[in-house]
């Protein structure tokens, strides 16, 4: 078995060695940083798809809440509306009765 020392490191290249680590460790700090921008980014879009998904939701409760109080509003609606037609019936009931009194009372 030859011993060889590991490739970049042979005869001549041993003076440029250190600045090759510095160079790699330069590169794998810049690295690191972008893993981390990376990762930053990425906890603040999912932070950002957890509040929109909150939003939805809810969007979503209120949306129930004002279907379930309009169709009370509509029914509300239809009963008053029922309601106005009887008491409009007997107050047209009420004035042919008063009328037919008052001509009677005038006939005689």
């Known amino acids: 078995m030859i011993d060889r020392p590991p490739s970049g490191f042979a005869g001549s290249d041993a003076a440029n060695g250190p600045n090759e680590v510095e160079a790699a460790t330069r590169r794998l700090a810049a690295a690191l940083d972008a893993l981390e921008a990376a990762v930053e980014r990425r906890r603040e879009a999912d932070r950002d798809e957890d509040e929109l ?56």
């Open 53 to 108: 998904a909150a939003r939805i939701q809810a969007l979503g409760t209120d949306r129930s809440r004002l279907a379930n109080e309009l169709d009370g509003s509509l029914v509300r609606t239809r009963e008053l509306e029922r309601t106005n037609r009887e008491v409009s019936q007997r107050l047209d009931t009420a004035i042919a009765t008063i009328r037919t009194v008052l001509g009677n009372g005038e006939a005689t």
